[in-house]
């Protein structure tokens, strides 16, 4: 069984990160190894939530980890608490990478043009610089903007996404792809560039037009899981974008209306065949 080590914090009630990529990640058949950055009562966007800082566990729980020869087939990191916590992902992936590990990061720190409220611009190039040390990226386009000193747009074209992947690819990382980029009315989807063959890829499908937190983890989490176990780039952000749109349907379809968080739970068997048929 292929084994993934997912970077990201706990936050305890609020479906995304963690709570999300274990569950996911384990559902698509991969082993699912989680380094906790922090342990949070709420994700941050909720008003008053706790924090514990797991900083300093991190290298120990690393050290114990070389001693047992464990290897990981991808590293996957998503939203990580501070400076500090990104230099060790960088020393991780100096440990554990190589050719046979994918590095997937999904650069989580903002959204519809603003930085989430725990991070300023500084952090966002540091970001930038782990970004560099990836075999792919899946920033969103206000990501995007931060790591590349360009300004945010809610309309563009598609010169516009392009000059943007191409900012991106020049951080360093094999390939970049954008999401929540919309082409025309009413689609969404990804827009990617992979460096090594010099080809872009496109996926677009139904735009609903609902905001729900953790659906990029939802779909970074398929991404991974369904590289991981062997689909191409262009199968695995299909099914992604997908699995992340029929979730985000039926959570509407909740009258709970769970702002927090989508019924990924809800959709997992979907999930399940979907992949199992493309692995066909
Ligand atoms: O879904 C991304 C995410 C993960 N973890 C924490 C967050 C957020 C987004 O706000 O606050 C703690």
């Not at 909720?46 to 566990?57: N, P, S």
Request: hydrophobic share 40%; net charge negative; charged share 25%.
């Amino acid at each position: 069984m292929k084994r993934i080590l997912t970077i990201q914090d706990i936050s305890c009630f609020g479906k995304c990160s963690t709570t999300v990529a274990l569950p996911v990640i384990s559902a698509m058949g991969v082993e699912t190894v989680i380094l906790p950055t922090a342990v949070l009562s709420t994700h941050t966007m909720f008003k008053g939530f706790t924090v514990r800082d797991l900083t300093e566990d991190l290298l120990p729980i690393c050290e114990h980890w070389k001693k047992e020869g464990f290897h990981f087939d991808a590293i996957y990191t998503g939203y990580l608490g501070s400076a500090e916590e990104i230099e060790i992902a960088k020393k991780i992936f100096d440990e554990f990478g190589g050719d046979d590990t994918l590095i997937f990061i999904d650069p989580v720190m903002a959204d519809n043009g603003k930085l989430y409220p725990a991070f300023d611009e500084a952090y966002a190039k540091l970001n930038a610089g782990l970004c560099g040390k990836a075999d792919i990226i899946v920033p969103n386009i206000t990501e995007a903007c931060f790591m590349t000193d360009t300004e945010y747009k809610e309309e563009y074209d598609e010169e516009y996404v392009k000059t943007l992947l191409g900012k991106l690819a020049a951080l360093g990382a094999k390939t970049v792809v954008l999401t929540g980029v919309s082409l025309s009315a009413g689609n969404t989807g990804v827009y990617g560039y992979d460096t090594v063959n010099d080809k872009y890829f496109i996926y677009q499908n139904e735009h609903i037009d609902a905001a729900f937190h953790g659906t990029g983890d939802i779909f970074a989490s398929v991404c991974v899981g369904a590289l991981t176990r062997g689909l191409s780039l262009d199968d695995a952000f299909k099914l992604a974008a997908d699995y992340t749109k029929d979730t985000i349907r039926v959570t509407l379809d909740n009258p709970e209306k769970p702002w927090y968080g989508v019924d990924f739970e809800a959709t997992i068997p979907e999930l399940v065949n979907s992949l199992s048929d493309a692995l066909k």
